[in-house]
């Protein structure tokens, strides 16, 4: 009788050692599914954190680019440079273009061509506020030149303003 | 040996006594198995309880993983971001209009200037090209001289065929520019 006693409480601790077991596995992979959520977690709040910081800077910047469908605005903005700086201002054409930003990656740009009439002082003017104009604007070429022996300067010019738009890739 | 010497009554009495004492001892035998069983089940409830616990908290994890649609949003808006810091980057050029000036600040009052043309497109080099008159051969090498010395330029070139007059000479300067990140060096 002790014997088969002793044979139930060997078979139940044996049992009860294997179940602890098997419900230990289980919670280790439940846990380190947990983990894992945990760490996306704490990524999605360090991005979060980072697009706060960056995001008054993030919206000025945004709005330098050209938007898609507000091109005519921007052509405005170089035209009011022109009336501010004094100079006749005749745009002549617009054109949507890519720029190579790096190896196989392209990016669209609104190319203008235009031609500034004025004195010497306002063409340099004129120049400077498109340099300084809070656009991501990059001057092409120009060709500043007098005829005459008078003060009249001409300045045919490109200029190209990138669009806010997803990178083109060439692959 | 001794049991046999015993009387019936006796020998009963002794028999009862073991099987007494034998249940007494599988009684204590049980109880201990039933108390380490109880032992035992301690740290498997409290594991129970934190599979349990982790089971509650995944369901709530269930509405960071509908985050990730947006985390992914957000990375796409933070690489676009970047994408335009690199746009930004690769346009910021030395200011044409302020090279003019310095070309200006050089330029002696014997030479006239009739035409500055700049062209940086990204198939060629970035070069100004300035065209005018000089009074004298001196004047324009003094002022060739002088825009080599400012630092700016890269390259500074007068053809030769330039200095073939003598007075009212027509010329064409080519100046390289160095870029933002030469002149900083």
């Keep these: 009788m002790s014997g088969g006693v002793f044979l139930i409480a060997f078979v139940v601790l044996v049992g009860l050692i294997i179940y602890i077991e098997r419900v230990a596995d289980r919670v280790a992979e439940k846990q380190q599914v947990f983990n894992d959520y945990l760490q996306q977690e704490n990524y999605l709040t360090e991005l979060k954190e980072l697009m706060r910081t960056l995001d008054s800077g993030r919206t000025r910047i945004a709005h330098q680019f050209v938007e898609t469908g ?53 063409i340099l003017s004129f120049l400077g506020s498109l340099e300084t104009a809070p656009l991501a604007l990059s001057i092409e070429s120009f060709d500043m030149e007098t005829h005459t022996e008078d003060t009249l300067w001409s300045m045919p010019l490109i200029i190209t303003i990138a669009f806010d738009e997803p990178i083109i890739s060439s692959e | 040996m001794l049991f046999g010497f015993l009387s019936t009554n006796q020998k009963d009495a002794l028999q009862h006594e073991y099987h007494v004492r034998l249940i007494i001892v599988c009684i204590g035998a049980l109880t201990i198995l ?75 009052s014997t030479i006239q200037l009739s035409r500055i043309s700049f062209s940086d497109d990204e198939s060629k080099v970035t070069r100004f090209s300035v065209v005018g008159k000089a009074n004298t051969r001196d004047a324009l090498i003094t002022y060739t001289d002088a825009l080599r010395a400012t630092g700016l330029f890269s390259e500074v070139t007068l053809p030769i065929e330039n200095l073939a007059k003598e007075k009212a000479l027509p010329f064409t300067l080519v100046l390289v520019p160095k870029t933002l990140h030469e002149i900083n060096e």
């Design chain 1, 70 to 122: 507000a091109e005519v605005d921007y052509i405005e903005v170089i035209e009011n440079l022109g009336k501010d700086t004094g100079v006749e201002l005749d745009v002549r054409s617009v054109t949507r273009d890519e720029r190579t930003l790096e190896k196989k990656k392209k990016y669209a740009v609104l190319r203008l061509g235009m031609v500034a009439e004025g004195s010497w002082q306002e």
């Design chain 2, 34 to 108: 039933f108390v380490s069983g109880v032992v035992l089940l301690i740290p498997t409830l409290k594991l129970l309880n934190s599979l349990e616990h982790i089971a509650v908290r995944s369901s709530e994890v269930e509405d960071i993983s509908l985050g990730i649609s947006e985390r992914e949003t957000t990375e796409e808006t933070l690489n676009h971001f970047s994408v335009l810091m690199n746009i930004y980057k690769q346009q910021e050029q030395m200011h044409p209009s302020t090279t003019i000036v310095r070309l200006i600040e050089q330029m002696p």
